[in-house]
């Protein structure tokens, strides 16, 4: 009886672990969309805000009915302050203000330099080292990235000013896995999550008036937008990647994303008629071989 259980013991931490992982890439796609879809309507710093005030209400709610809370030391109330304000804050301003000027692929595309940057940080900061796989599948599924990239572009420059927001927000990222990560060590994953949406939320609180403004404004579809941003992609999302984070090192985990960009270019082209481009399909397919070698012991 006791020889039955073990297999039920490590099968059931895999599956909730793909779960999660499939949920947070699925729902990130859709916000480079959704923050597309509404941007005509919201600043970034508005959006920022309204997004993540949604997300710390629905998140707290859910710490509530758990009642996970575990008191965090001085080192996890640092750790995660920094989440907050890099991840949450910097991060969700830096790509609003993008979207102002790139498509919703291109954005994906170049924010998702940020695992390589998690990869980085991760083997030099949390001792995850440089695996040859880990590396090999980075740079094949970056190559895959590069090529929806240009897809997405269709032969015209994009913007300077974006690009660089794009390369913000993905460095923002990095460093708010890497700081995340010891914080799960000890913490719950919703807390952790909780406690940085609130952060982040207490961040961006200078564009209250502003998102105000902008709500007296914005059709009723721009304010359902704003919503879900903060339901799905945020207080879900980030709540399943920080999940995952528990059972995963932040480089492997990291790398998983590239599968975002092109999941975008697929919602983008029925929600925003950005049609994908064949070399963004051929892209795709790269990008998931990457992710598959990177997954390789």
């Known amino acids: 009886m006791s020889v039955s259980a073990v297999p039920e013991i490590r099968v059931r931490p895999s599956l909730a672990v793909l779960a999660a992982v499939v949920t947070t890439v699925v729902a990130w796609a859709s916000a480079f969309v959704a923050i597309r879809a509404v941007h005509a309507h919201f600043g970034a710093g508005p959006l920022a805000l309204g997004r993540l005030a949604t997300g710390a209400v629905a998140l707290t709610v859910a710490l509530l009915v758990t009642r996970g809370w575990v008191r965090p030391t001085a080192r ?42 998690i990869a980085i940080l991760a083997g030099l900061f949390l001792r995850e080292g440089f695996p040859r796989s880990l590396l090999t599948g980075a740079g094949v599924a970056f190559c895959g990235v590069l090529l929806i990239g240009f897809a997405g572009r269709g032969g015209s420059a994009a913007d300077p000013l974006g690009v660089a927001l794009c390369l913000i927000s993905a460095a923002a990222w990095a460093v708010g ?97 950005e049609t994908p481009h064949l070399l963004a399909v051929a892209g795709g397919a790269v990008a998931l071989l990457g992710v598959a070698l990177s997954r390789r012991r």
């Open 76 to 117: 996890e109330w640092a750790l995660v302050t920094g989440v907050g304000v890099v991840w949450f804050g910097v991060y969700n301003v830096a790509l609003n203000a993008a979207e102002q000027r790139l498509d919703a692929g291109t954005s994906a595309m170049l924010v998702n330099v940020g695992p390589i940057l």
């Open 177 to 273: 896995v890497t700081l995340q990560k010891p914080a799960l060590r000890r913490l719950p994953a919703l807390q952790v999550t909780q406690m940085s949406c609130v952060v982040g939320m207490i961040a961006t609180l200078p564009f209250t008036g502003g998102l105000i403004g902008d709500l007296r404004s914005a059709p009723a579809g721009s304010i359902a937008g704003v919503v879900y941003l903060g339901l799905v992609p945020t207080a879900l999302a980030f709540g399943t990647w920080a999940y995952a984070l528990t059972h995963m090192n932040a480089g492997r985990l990291g790398v998983t994303t590239y599968l975002v960009p092109p999941l975008t270019i697929l919602l983008a082209w029925p929600v925003l008629s």
